[in-house]
């Protein structure tokens, strides 16, 4: 994943993430709407001559949301995308 703003690091600069995404999507049993846990990492890394390096753990970004209504208007606008990617996917699976 490219960063919206590149980071530097110890007089290097990290331009890309790398990425864990884990999404629990499940119906709410009281309304039977959806909603969703999500849990993501961003590790900073960096490509350079061709060899990857990653910056150390501490330097990661997480986000973690209990349910949707915890996430912003833009975060619910990005998690609707990969939603809809998702669907998308199923489909194309015929699933």
């Not at 864990?20 to 119906?27: K, V």
């Given at each position: 994943m490219t960063a919206s703003t590149p980071l530097q690091?110890?007089?290097?600069?990290?331009?890309?993430y790398s990425l864990?995404?884990?999404?629990?999507?499940?119906?709410k049993p009281e309304t039977g709407q959806p909603d969703a846990n999500v849990a993501m990492s961003l590790i900073p890394t960096r490509i350079e001559d061709g060899v990857v390096e990653q910056a150390?753990?501490?330097?990661?970004?997480?986000?973690?949301l209990g349910s949707l209504s915890q996430a912003s208007a833009e975060e619910q606008q990005a998690i609707g995308a990969i939603q809809a990617a998702l669907q998308a996917y199923l489909s194309a699976k015929g699933l």
């Open positions: 690091i110890d007089s290097k600069s990290y331009d890309r864990q995404l884990a999404i629990t999507g499940f119906y150390g753990i501490e330097h990661r970004k997480a986000v973690v």
